[in-house]
């Protein structure tokens, strides 16, 4: 999980009870309506919940996420990530034997201003996050990723340029409100599968912003952009450094201190162990575009071809040509090609690239770029976009397609851009490409079959060879997943129905032989088997992990949730791929913990993996216990401890948590989670002040709105705009109560406001 972006929640607006809607402040600053409904009321050992009162708060919410600005693993987020601070309450029954202590203090009694919240609350939201973990290439060192709870408010004020769907903090040319880290830590991974001291990266400023770390192909090097405040609140450019593994001392790549990265779109790729390509501001850009005093002229849109398309309302896009510039400005790129020791020349003219692919054998690069005419009606996405092959020293050798503006893309889902998609390298050969193409004109409404089409060709072709049909697929098309010629995965779905499908398919026979390996419905977890794991190839892509046993014989390995009545207990299945016969070689606790596997950690080498060699990184926690890594072997299934993270709420290691069932008048099955404040026993402190936390789910069925999602032994993660703050206030949370809309047979689920659709 990427770390969120959000408003610093340990300072809050005086708020009070309001008869309107929550409000939320969204990652853009804009407040939005949300259709989450609070619900305060004394909770009873009697269920179902009678609540006693319905109280709407308006008051200054958190940020949710948009971009990260980085690519690494880190802790699962917790779902209930807002929190609407309420100041006051009233209560006309029962109110002197409430276990919450008041919402005011000296510090939250105000009238207008920010203030901070109780010191219980404050201790939460300030401390010091989990840092996030990632591996080298090779799975022998571990990076701890540190960062701080929040930004400042100060960081979130600062000036957008809301361009073409996107926003721009003009002064560093990224996103505006990344994330970022504030240190890295490196661990080698011993022998005995314990870490090794902790190695600190340094040699760059303090309070330096860390974005968009990235190992070398060979893991002895580390890349990243540094960026940090500046006495005007603004934020300096973007700056590329990297660091020995080994020592940790970082330096910046450039020679000279006049080359910042462009990170509105891409920002650098490495294509082998000491060469990147970087997306950089152009040497030559000078001042941004000045506003005209007067237009240039009226800005008209015509629908010469009298075509009416429904197109979906977007926020932030192009009103006139002026903004048309300034994208430009902002957005245009000149690619560098960058040896260790500072060697760099030019590649290609500057253009708005959004995308640097290379080539697993690192020969070649996919480059994406988008181009005039640009729309007011739809965001970049939709521009023109062009895709070619270079060389990877930046030489062209071919255009693969140049895709016109899309501004009728119906609005079904499943519906998508005409032409080619999904662009991509196959991860099993050097320089394969592979793509889809719609055969029904991108509109779902549309009954063809097949409906997509999935071809494959090499980078640079022969003269005459044309592109070759792989697989052809009824539904619409999803991804691949690698393993050899003699073996791919090949995914398709489609929403209306929520079909979802999996193919066998040999990539060297050109489909023949293709056959359904998984028909199901997405909407039901019970019968979900898993996903394939992959393996680390040398090239350093991805491809299916074959597991090998004793006598020879061959297997998927599948990584799944584990979906049951009584929660989830995910697992790893050994799957032969002929006969479809499983074998369960791990699964998680189902007593006391939750236990998922997160990675494959023994493909350090090519061809089938042996079972007896199996080596996988897991999670662990309970209710009370806050997730840790463990490392498990075979043949003796060994089991190492890695990290011992301390509790990042200690005050409430000892919250009580239960998963409660339920069931609505028509039948449907429900489920909640109750959360209680550490201590709580209801013969002694009786009722307790409840907040109800919830949103509606849709669903094609009634069977699948009756499953049971999460666990009950999965930690209470709380974030810093979680609900599960106000435990430490003396309030119960009820936690996800499932509100189920449902639309069977041809309507969706908010087709209408009646029927079985929610009660």
Known sequence: MLTPKCSRLSLFPCSYPLLCSPLTVSSTGSAIFQRQTLLFARFRRVLPLKLSKCVYSFGYLGVSGRRSGDSMDSFRGHSTNRLVPVSSMEDTQDSDKSAAPPLEDDETSVYNGYRLPPIDIRNIVDAPPTPALSFSPNRDKILFLKRRALPPLSELARPEKKLAGI??????NTRSRMSFYTGIGIHKLMEDDTLGPEIEVFGFPDGAKINFISWS????HLSFTIRFDLEDNTSSKLSLWVADVETGQARPLFTTSEIYVNAIFDNFVWID???????????????????????????IQSNEDKNVVQVRTYQDLLKDEYDADLFDYYATTQLL?????????????????????PSPDNKY???TSIHRPYSFIVPCGRFPKKVEVWT???????EICDLPLAENIPIAFNSVRKGMRSINWRSDKPSSLYWAETQDGGDAKVDVSPRDIIYTQSAEPKLGEEPEVLHKLDLRFGGISWGDDSLALVYESWYKTRRTRTWVISPADRGEGARILFDRSSEDVYSDPGSPMLRRTLLGTYVLANIKKQDGSTYLLLNGDGATPEGNVPFLDLLNINTSEKERIWESDKEKYYQSVSALMSDQCDGDLELNKLKILFSKESKTENPQFFLQSWPDQRITQITNFPHPYPQLSNLQKEMIRYKRKDGVQLTATLYL???????????????????????KSKDAASQVRGSPNEFAGIGPTSPLLWLVRGFAILSGPTIPIIGEGDEEANDSQSGSSMR
Request: net charge positive; proline share 14%.
């Open 167 to 172: 926003r721009i903090d003009g002064n560093c």
């Open 217 to 220: 192909r060979d893991g002895r």
């Open 273 to 299: 162990e000491s060469t990147l390509v970087v997306c950089t501001i152009p040497l030559s850009r000078g001042e941004p575009p000045k506003k005209p005093l007067i237009p240039s002229g009226p800005k």
């Open 337 to 357: 090609w960058v040896k260790l020791d500072g060697t760099t020349k030019a590649i290609g003219p500057p253009a708005i690239y959004t995308s640097i692919n």
């Open 365 to 367: 690069l996919i480059v």
């Open 392 to 398: 990877s020293d930046g030489k062209f050798v071919r």
């Open 677 to 699: 404040p550490p201590g709580y026993d209801a013969a002694k402190d009786g009722p307790l002040p409840t907040l109800v936390w919830s949103y509606p789910g849709e669903f």
